[in-house]
């Protein structure tokens, strides 16, 4: 009769020993008392003797499997003898996994999960709870955290909570960054009043009259402010884009499948645009009369045409986000902005902007700074050119790029690094990897 | 109650004949040099405890006066290559071992001159160079340390040897067994030295062991060991001496037990109720730096004149060495966190 | 890890095993003991055929003597030895703590600088194999709280191999915290001596929605929970300190100003545990200000580990417990 061989229980309180492995094989002739096998307990590991001798067979048990004791995991044979039936099945070998929803555990998630503190801040009389991210949001928007209503636990105040209040005030409540109005710097008692003054109109059969109402009249002013206001100075840069094309390319099948986005070069350079601040923070500043403030953040301002007029909406902390974030949240704006769901939070805050006309052929153009911004970046098309590469000449995808700075904080070296380095990030995108 | 000196004597002492034979044995400068290192040992603890006195160290202090015998007969049967660790009452086996005093006194002061930098103080000062292995704070903590030290000289076929000491109180300690057991059984080149003041801060050893000597302990570990005359510094040489040549020739380890007294309290908190007055007298009437003086002026090896002579020089090196260590510098006491690690 | 053919997987006690016997081959004054190290090959095995090829000096078997042991390591390093001893079980570390502490870990400061204290301490710690309360703690917090002893815990073979290296290499006392559940798990370590330097944190997973700080166990149970909570849309990244002390700070700090959410899991109780030293260390450093949530600590209850089970695995964190705290912790507030 073939002997079995069996789990051995080895000491008091083993139910269960975990088979490491077999020192003989299958089919060799061990001697009764020879190891054979290799079992761990919790303590230690410990060798299995062979209880006969013979020919090993229906070695069942694998390694890492968790063997109840007494259970069978091979036998041996006498010359002649064959294997019982049972072990011509496979042998059982996982453990039953998981247990069921222990109460208790059930309850020490929850306690983990349901209270919590969050850091106090006096505003008055009243303690407001929020987190440390959305405090400083707050501070930095210059809102009232007591007014702001909290979806956490007791009423703390989350980010998001931070964000949806900015959203849904209405926009009168928005500070214009300038208090002074554009026009009584002009030496003008009224808005609306004409240059009269200054030229006389055309006699000529008029058309039609529109009153100037809305954000035409916001755009008007400020457009006015800045030039007057701010020095300006411009320079050009062409740059060859056969790397940035060859880098949507490459980026923007797995970026649309992921997103379903598609990737414009309009999101390549506001990308490339919010990593290079960093090294140039003069562009990314505000002249503050008696101050000069340099922003940590880089908010970027997109220049978007709609039938209109223009907006800007403005991608929040792009130095943050990577090209994929950079797509998404860019055709977000875009999107919101034609379909004129645009809120004002969403508009307001940028602190450099860009403006891209490549896409209604412009080849290049000055663009006005949008104070209180230091600068403006003026993208044209990119058209094939020929240009001399060596000493030869090649056909190559030339795009120009125009940055308007106030020359009261940015002087001419500063302005024209950063046009080199964006120069040098586009033309070898890879560098910001 | 402890041994009664003359119980003691009684038991242990040598003849006197004995006696006159080890110093007839020994150059005239080892003699020499253990009267000296006796005296050192006694004006340093003297003068430790004159500057507790006045206010001028911080912390407490473990003085052995009385018990100077036992470190430097035992060390002097050491060479200078070879190795000792010790403990909390340590100032005369790092003294017997050959540490620059101003030194040890700048340490015990805490300046940044200090044997450890003024990072140890009294309890802790080590003279890594000079085979000091340090002085450890916790009862028995030398022990398993000093097992190490012993394997790694088997390992490095070195031909050193290491004195470990402890106390009365360490012998019932659990590290004390497993560091001889562990240590006979590798045969380390060491010797195991108890220094047997018969207290254990308040407790007597009768009370807190079943046994009369420690040194019956050895032979739970199949050793040798012996009770010596702690206040004999002669004695203490060569029981010692033998122990060394045996660990020295690989055959393993020994236990000495050198019995003696302290006249002090266990530290400067001590008001000494667990013993009497009468007591202490009788002890120091036993006074060993007074028993060898008197040895070797009978066995003519130094005269009364000379004694006062070496006498008097010592106590001097104690001043000087107070009045030099008093100008060094305190240590820095920023970035101390670089000094925990090694590089 | 730069090499292009396939790297061989080998186990963690295999790994743990390889750098001790690559480290010992190249080094003399490396040895190895312990109980049972030698002839049984150690109770787990991470000694196995050791004796054979370093011989019973180098690999030496001990009586039962916790306190000596680490006594004999702690001497011997200070003569210029290089000593590794293993405790079988990190509960009988109990029984060292005289030694480690009081001795290994303050010899060099008290000692004015005057010697080192090269040592390392394996054990095989935690708990899930039923051995019950005093053969399953993971003592950590002891040793991260002694100044002068520096502590490990890798979760991988690769990093376990090469940490082993570099704590024998390394001139301090080292503890080296070896989860017995890790035994047996497998991954690719290159077969030639590498190290791993200290204080180097690795991020084992990315992500964009919450920071998992994982212990040792804990790392392949926060990858397993991370894998589940990506299907639901939810990015956990998985930092795993891997050297406890010297911690690597910034690695940690980054991560948290990335996510603003931070959960830390570890084996060991939850009170006076590690992770209140972690909480502390990103509260109170550069990544405050991006938090969007408390910091929470996912850890064993303050109970000893019981033999049932069921009871053992309900006293420590499970994947399910990550996933469900993971997941509340990134999706609330937003």
Known sequence: MATPIIMPKVDMVMEKGTFMEWLKKEGQAVQKGEAIYVMMTDKASIEVEAPASGILAGLSARPDDQIPVSQV?????????????????????????????????????????????????????????????????????????????????????????????????????VETM???????????????????????????????????????????????????????????????????????????????????????????????????????????????????????????????????YLVVPVIREAQRKNLEETVVELNRLVERAHSKKLQPSEMTGSTFTISN????????????INPPEAAILAVGKIQDAAVPVGKELAIRPMMAVTVAVDHRVVDEAQAAKFLAGLKDVLENPYLLI | MPYQVREVLAELSLDRSVQCQMVADLPAEKLVWMLEKMLLTRYFEENAEELYTRGLVHGTMHLSIGMEASPVGSIAAIELGDYIIHHHRGHGHTIAKGADITLMMAEFIGKEAGYCKGRGGSMHIADIDGGNLGATGIVGSGLPTSVGIGLALQMQKSDRVLLSFFGDGAANIGEFHESLNMASVWKLPMVFICDNNQYGMSMPAEKSMNIRHVAERASAYGIPGVTVDGNDVLAVHHAVKKAVDRARSGEGISLVENLTYRWCGHSKSDRNLYRTAEEIKEWQQNDPIVRFARLLIDCRVITQAEFDQFDKKCKDAITQATEIAATFPEPDPRNMELEVYAP | MSSDKPEREITYLDAVREAMTQEMRHDPCVFLMGEDVGVYGGAFGASRGMLEEFGAERVRDTPISEAAIAGAATGAAIMGLRPIFEIMFMDFVAISMNQLVNQAAKMRFMFGGKVSVPLVMRTPAGSGTGAAAQHSQSLEAWFVASPGIKVVAPSTPYDAKGLLVTAIRDNNPVVFMEHKLLYRTKGPVPEELYSIPL??????????????????????????????????????????????????????????????????????????????ELAAVVAGGEAFDRLDAPIRRLAGRDIPIPYNRGLERAAVPQVEDIVAVARELATQGR
């Open chain 1, 178 to 308: 300038s208090e002074v109005q554009p026009a009584q710097v002009l030496g003008f008692t009224s808005s609306r009043q004409m240059p009269k003054l200054i030229a006389a109109l055309p006699v000529a059969r008029e058309r039609g009259r529109v009153a100037l109402k809305g954000p035409r009249v916001i755009i008007a002013q400020r457009l006015a402010y800045s030039v007057v206001t701010i020095p300006h100075i411009l320079f050009t840069l062409q740059i060859d884009m056969t790397e940035s094309v060859r880098l949507r390319e490459k980026v923007s099948p797995g970026i649309e499948k992921r997103t379903g986005q598609r990737v414009s070069f309009t999101a390549i350079i506001a990308h490339s645009v919010a990593h290079l601040l960093g090294q140039h923070p003069v562009l990314n500043s505000s002249f503050l009369g008696e101050e000069i403030v340099y922003w940590e953040d880089v908010h970027l301002g997109i220049a978007t045409n709609l039938d209109e």
């Open chain 1, 73 to 173: 995991v091979g036998y041996i044979l006498q010359p002649g003898e064959s294997l019982p039936e049972a072990a011509r099945q496979t042998s059982p070998a996982a453990i039953t996994a998981g247990m069921q929803a222990n109460t208790e555990l059930a309850e020490e998630v929850k306690s983990l999960v349901g209270n919590g503190d969050s850091a106090l801040k006096k505003n008055g009389d009243k303690l407001v709870r929020a987190t440390p991210l959305a405090r400083n949001l707050a501070r930095e928007m210059k809102l009232d955290l007591a007014s702001i209503p909290g979806s956490g636990p007791r009423g703390r105040v989350y980010r998001r909570d931070v964000e949806r209040y900015l959203h849904a005030r209405p926009p009168e409540q």
């Open chain 3, 199 to 276: 204080q180097k944190a690795e991020v084992k997973r990315p992500g964009r929605h919450l920071t998992v700080i994982a212990i040792s166990i804990m790392v392949p149970r926060a990858l397993e929970a991370a894998e589940i909570l990506a299907k639901e849309g939810l990015e956990i990244e998985v930092v795993d300190p891997r050297s406890l002390k010297p911690l690597d700070k910034q690695t940690i700090t980054d991560s948290v100003t990335k996510t603003g959410r931070l959960l830390i899991v570890h084996e060991a109780p939850v009170t006076g545990g590690f992770g209140g």
């Open chain 1, 357 to 368: 006309l490549g896409m209604m052929g412009i080849e290049s153009f000055t663009a006005i």
